[in-house]
């Protein structure tokens, strides 16, 4: 894959007091390619309340507080169908992927049918082995204009990243804290994304309730 570079490992690293669980699943018998897509999920769900995804003859279930799974490669062209399950609420799974794609699926909690998710979706062009890639997905309806600045600092890493959206740039390979602005006011407090290192993947999460979840983006296989 063009730009893909942490292959080793098979599971998300979480960057704050979260724990990140999940399970090696492969649900397309395929090895990653150059036209492979990728999917991952997101338990963003409050109370620590467990998140399980069933899809392609497989089972994946993310426990704990806010967790993320790997990237699962999977077959361009072909849909993925299935079903997320919380506390008894389900929401069903049915969308496609185009070569090259990176998909988050995210579960959220809904004030009527309990559970709801957003799918936000990227093609990645920005790998620079020298540099560290950082993504910033925004799925907190609460929060206007979301963005993120290097903390003590004005100058905007993200600015104004929509809902249900993301945005990603190349940054230096440097030790990085960061905080969250909405409607250009500082919301909660800093987050130590510690030493980025060159040539990796990193993705910020703006959950519900102005919650920031970092983690180092990883293939699942």
């Known amino acids: 894959m063009k730009g893909w570079h942490p292959w080793a490992g098979g599971l998300v690293c979480a960057l704050v007091s979260t724990t ?94 309990g559970l709801t998710q957003t799918t936000i979706r990227e093609t990645p062009d920005d790998f620079n082995g020298l540099k560290a890639s950082l993504a910033f997905f925004n799925t907190d309806a609460s929060c206007r204009d979301a963005s993120l600045r290097p903390a003590g600092r004005n100058a905007d890493i993200f600015k104004a990243v929509s809902l249900g959206s993301v945005q990603r740039r190349s940054i230096n390979p440097v030790k990085l804290s960061v905080q969250l602005v909405c409607a250009n006011s500082n919301a909660g407090t800093t987050l130590d994304l510690g030493e980025l290192r060159a040539g990796e993947r990193y993705s910020l999460f703006l959950l519900p309730g102005a919650k920031l979840l970092a983690i180092t983006d990883s293939l699942t296989h």
Request: net charge negative.
């Open 20 to 113: 990140a669980i999940c399970a090696d699943i492969p649900l397309y018998s395929t090895g990653p390619s150059e036209d492979s897509a990728f999917v991952r999920f997101v338990n963003a769900l409050p109370d620590a309340t467990p998140l399980a995804v069933d899809a392609a003859s497989t089972r994946l279930e993310l426990d704990g507080r806010y967790s993320v799974s790997g990237y699962l490669p999977v077959q361009p062209g072909r849909s993925l169908e299935g079903t997320m399950t919380a506390e008894g609420h389900s929401v069903p799974l049915a969308l496609g992927f185009s070569p090259g794609e990176f998909v988050t699926i995210v579960a959220l909690p809904d004030a009527k049918s």
